[in-house]
């Protein structure tokens, strides 16, 4: 009798201080992780402001290809980098971006997302692309931008129809032609690194990252881009 009466006195409470819980309406769906997620960030010369100061997104590509062309652009420009594993529909990276443009300034900002995420499709790549461009303005209104392709695989599987667990260059090249639906009509230049390794094997040290050879061809191009709009 005491434990009856004691479950009609706790609902009343229960339902006067909201400990009820109801199902919450449905939202996006949540970014699948990967088996090991990263992000790498790496800002040179922090402490100066004489020149000005280019920031590359990216992921292991990127990461890659950075150094030479920080040393192409030694005297010109401060370059820093954002490397990560985080696909363009997982809020982390927007956090990440939102933290280093909190931080420092950039007046220049090359970036690319595009070969993590295979788990996702490319509609939902699609869905999250506007938000990353959002990101980019609100944190470096006065930044000029500039997106990257992402490049092909060595060797690209023939997957079947509906397949969404992998790499292949078809998808690769429809999430390519997904982001110059947004940047073009933005106005913003693009760096066109997805031809690079075709045809080229010897260019690649496995199916998605490159070689020496490679990578320096990417890193020449990069810094061409950039040097270009450095100029007044």
């Known amino acids: 009798m005491k434990a009856i009466k004691l479950c009609q006195l706790i609902l009343p409470i229960a339902l ?19 088996s090991i997620e990263w992000c790498d960030i790496w800002i040179s010369h922090a402490n100066e402001t004489n020149l000005p100061r280019v920031l590359l997104i990216g992921d292991s590509i ?3 290809y950075y150094p030479e062309v920080e040393k192409r652009l030694a005297g010109k420009a401060y370059v820093g980098r954002l490397s990560s594993s985080a696909f363009i ?7 990440q971006i939102e933290m280093v ?17 295979w788990q996702h499709s490319e509609q939902e790549y699609e869905a999250a692309f506007p938000g990353l461009l959002a990101t980019l303005k609100a944190g470096a209104p006065d ?9 092909r695989l060595k060797e690209s599987p023939h ?10 260059d078809e998808r690769i090249a429809a999430r390519n032609a997904i982001a110059l639906k947004y940047v073009q009509p933005a106005g913003i230049a693009v760096d066109d690194l997805s031809p690079i390794g075709v045809g080229h ?25 950039l040097e270009k709009m450095l100029k007044p």
Request: contains cysteine; glycine residues 6%; charged residues 15%.
């Open 201 to 225: 094997p010897e260019y690649h040290s496995d199916n998605i990252h490159f070689s020496d050879q490679g990578i320096s061809l990417q890193s020449a191009q990069v810094a061409d881009q």
């Open 101 to 117: 443009l909190r931080q420092y300034h950039f007046d220049i900002i090359h970036f690319n997302n595009g070969m993590h995420g």
């Open 159 to 168: 997957l079947p129809p509906g397949n969404q667990t992998q790499a292949s």
């Open 62 to 64: 990127v990461r890659a």
């Open 16 to 34: 006067l201080t909201g400990c009820v819980t109801h199902p919450k309406p449905a939202g996006p769906r949540p970014a699948a992780l990967e």
């Open 143 to 151: 930044a000029r931008l500039i997106w990257a392709s992402t490049t």
């Open 89 to 95: 529909s997982d809020p982390a990276l927007n956090r």
